[in-house]
């Protein structure tokens, strides 16, 4: 009995799985302690979070050069194995393949990172974690108007990249042009109500045209590109309804939905304040004719 348990003890395959599971349960616990740490390195969530992928890249890289080192694995020998399975490999884990691709150029070319507002096919959010396989996205919109989150986390294949645009609205400019519409009534003062906008205008959002001015500069000298506005401007046009004014504005990506509110509000206390001088315009119907009725007893 005790001969039979010594060869098996010393049976060299059970000695190299023994000294594997030693090993991973060494990593596993290295790899919870410094993650532990972490928490007492920072207190910013960003650098904690990209300290923790890292911790936990570099754990798989240990495990499979540790297995390779225990197993003594021939990568020659491997090379061969793989390349006979290789057309079967490839075509049953041809999505995972092309995820992998993905996640390495997501990296390299820098379609977004972590922290950037996307569009990803119909899908729009921030993304919070770019997997090997999936990219995950806080999503927004969809029953919730405007920027707002909606509690959804949505997982996108990194694949999807070489397939649909990928529309990042924070990337190397994390600015936007946005716009909106005042229509007042023909009657109405239109110079006061100009000059009310712009003063409102440059008041709530001026100061993005010097913030943004630096961002611009870099995207000319990586791109190609126009001299674009950058300082808030109104515009006016009517018709024989009412006049209109359209208010353009350059705002962070993220402060588009309180940035408009703080416009919209003001701009309605200017009108009120005008004692009718400027009047909001509304659809209106005018009858010029009614036709005769006939009634008869």
Do not use: C
């Amino acid at each position: 009995m005790l001969d039979q348990l010594k060869i098996i003890l010393e049976d060299p395959i059970l000695l190299k799985v023994t000294y594997a599971l030693i090993w991973l349960i060494a990593i596993w616990i290295i790899g919870r302690l410094l993650k532990r740490l972490t928490n007492r390195l920072t207190k910013e969530n960003p650098i904690k979070f990209q300290l923790r992928k890292g911790i936990s890249f570099a754990s798989y890289i240990a495990v499979f050069l540790l297995i390779m080192a225990i197993f003594e694995v021939n990568l020659s020998g491997l090379g061969v194995a793989l390349g006979v399975a290789g057309a079967g490999i490839a075509f049953a884990l041809q999505e995972v393949i092309a995820s992998i691709a993905g996640y390495l150029a997501i990296h390299m070319s820098g379609f977004y990172k972590i922290g950037d507002r996307v569009k990803l096919s119909n899908i729009k959010g921030d993304v919070i974690d770019i997997g090997i396989l999936r990219t995950t996205i806080m999503e927004m919109g969809d029953w919730v108007s405007g920027d707002l989150y909606n509690g959804k986390m949505v997982r996108v294949a990194n694949s999807f990249v070489f397939k649909e645009p990928v529309y990042n609205y924070s990337g190397d400019f994390p600015f936007l042009w946005d716009e909106i519409t005042i229509p007042i009534k023909t009657n109405s003062d239109y110079a006061l109500a100009r000059k009310m906008m712009t003063d409102i205008l440059n008041e709530e959002v001026g100061e993005y045209a010097h913030k943004v001015k630096n961002s611009w500069k870099r995207m000319t000298d990586l791109y190609q590109i126009e001299k674009a506005r950058l300082e808030p401007w109104v515009t006016m046009k009517f018709d024989e309804n009412w006049i209109t004014f359209t208010l353009r504005f350059v705002v962070d990506v993220k402060s588009r939905g309180g940035t408009k509110d703080r416009l919209y509000t003001r701009i309605l206390e200017a009108i009120i304040a005008s004692k009718g001088k400027v009047e909001i315009a509304s659809a209106a119907y005018e009858i010029t004719a009614f036709p005769k009725i006939n009634v008869q007893n």
